[in-house]
């Protein structure tokens, strides 16, 4: 049984003092879902107060992105031990924001994974297809090659050790959520690429989590499906109740008998 995560990408929001106060109401609201990992990932600067915050918590937390090299005349980026120095244990990596406003590629997104595993820290790894890849009946293709391009070089125990998040663009911030079944088909999809690539225990194992416009009301439908370990959560996870219900949504779709469920 692959434990369900339900990860928030706060993305560029949020000052220090309301992360902390958000982090602080989330820190009381969430304490009785033990069936769940959960993860936050705030802005840097505001990563290591949050890690404070957290002590003692079920909380994790993770950065938004990473750059590949440890240090030297970069002016601007933040390497995987400065991440890790911050409190983070988790990394997203590859999210369609980066690709697009920022050029990371699948080749710069297979380093940010190296070095991310390097520091011992879980890369949430994104892939996704854009509407106009979708309409012209490549999402596949797309995601194949993302899937090769981020994960070449690794091996089964590196696999073993990240996290995919399918996360169709079209989807991203728009209120435009994909279904269940379309995402289904697509994380059984990625499921059988990582099989073909590292064998059936990786792939049994690894968890996919589903991002793009997840709310209360279409959590529980989409962790009702078998290759839907969780959710990747930007816009939902800016406001704790709403973060707690998508929470609570995921975990019940996982723990009440599929007979009962379908609310
Ligand atoms: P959204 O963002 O939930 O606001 O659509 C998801 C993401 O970008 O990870």
Known sequence: MRKPIIA?????????KESIDLVTLLKRQVSEFGQAEIIICPVYTALASVAEVLLGSEIQLGAQDLYWEEK????????????KEAGASFVIIGHSERRQFFHDTDETVNKKIKAALKWDLTPIVCVGELLAEREANKTMQVVEKQVKGAFEGLSREDLQKLTVAYEPVWAIGTGKVATPEQAQEMHAFIRKQIYKLFGSDTAEGLRI?????????NIVGLMQKPDIDGALVGGASLEAQAFTDIIRGAVLARTVPSSAKGR
Do not use: C, E, I, R
């Open 209 to 217: 989590l589903y991002g793009g416009s997840v709310k209360p009301d």
């Open 8 to 16: 928030g990408n706060w993305k560029l929001h949020k000052t220090v």
């Open 72 to 83: 030297g005349a970069f002016t601007g980026q933040v390497s995987a031990p400065l991440v």
